[in-house]
Each structure stands twice: as structure tokens, then as C-alpha cells.
């Protein structure tokens, strides 16, 4: 018989500091945020309640900014964010959330429970909390 497989959730393995934040700010603020608070990436807020979350990372910073030497002072995040953002729900099983990442080119995502962002998961945080913590 066949052992079964413990189920490792995106709750489980999700960073909680996650850092949302108004599509106005500069990128020159984002980037501040980002040296405070050690994260990956800030995830842009609602607007209004039939809106949808962005997010901005370091690599679309590098891009749309330095790559095309833009002042960071004179960019809002709003204009360099990607929206919708893809999100995974917190009861996910991270081999899914793997291969959502996989089939859409992401390194991250928020992760959003009744609409409200509750973490932010990365490769990282499957590989080293998830498949590491199950051995």
C-alpha cells in the first residue's frame, strides 16, 4: 500500500509581512519601503472596491526604470505595476501553487483570503519551508 502524503498548505509556508501600498507612491518611496522592510515585493492596493490588487517588484523596477533610465522620483508605481496580480488562496497545496508558478512565469504571489492579503509566498518559501519542513 501507498503511504499517504501529508498536505502542505500555502498557510503553512507563506511569509505574513507583506506590505500593500497606494498606487501613488513613487518608485523612489517603493524602494525605501522595500530597504526597510527586506521584501521581495509590495503589492499595490485597491482603488475602490470593484478594483483589483497590483504588485511591483524589484525586477520590474530594473526594467521599467533603471533599464530605461527613468527618474524613480518622477514614476509612480501605478505606471510600472503589474494588475491583475495572480494570488493563491492560503488552503492551496503548494505543489499547485508550484505549478501555477511554473505555468505563468512567477516567482511569487500574494496570498489572498476573503479579499484581503493575508502573506506573500515565493519559490522560496516552497522549497525551503515546504519540501525541506516535510522531510
Given at each position: ?5 501529508k ?6 509556508v507563506?511569509n505574513?509581512q507583506?506590505?500593500?501600498?497606494d498606487?501613488?507612491?513613487?518608485v523612489?518611496?517603493?524602494l525605501e ?12 492596493d ?8 497590483g504588485i511591483v517588484l ?6 521599467q ?7 524613480p522620483?518622477?514614476?509612480?508605481v501605478?505606471e ?6 495572480v ?14 508558478f511554473e ?12 479579499d484581503?492579503?493575508?502573506?506573500m ?15
Open positions: 500500500m501507498s503511504e499517504q502524503r498536505v502542505i498548505r500555502i498557510r503553512d507563506m505574513e507583506v506590505h500593500v501600498v498606487g501613488a507612491i513613487t523612489d518611496e517603493a519601503r522595500i530597504q526597510q522592510t527586506k521584501v521581495e515585493a509590495l503589492i499595490i485597491k482603488r475602490h472596491a470593484d478594483d483589483e490588487f524589484l525586477a520590474d523596477i530594473a526594467r526604470v533603471l533599464a530605461r533610465d527613468k527618474a522620483t518622477r514614476v509612480n501605478y510600472i505595476m503589474s494588475k491583475p496580480v494570488s493563491v488562496d492560503p488552503m492551496m497545496d503548494i505543489r499547485y501553487c508550484a505549478r501555477l505555468k505563468f512565469g512567477l516567482s511569487n504571489a500574494p496570498v489572498i483570503d476573503n484581503v492579503v493575508v502573506g509566498v515565493s519559490y522560496n518559501d516552497l522549497v525551503l519551508k515546504g519540501m525541506v519542513a516535510r522531510d
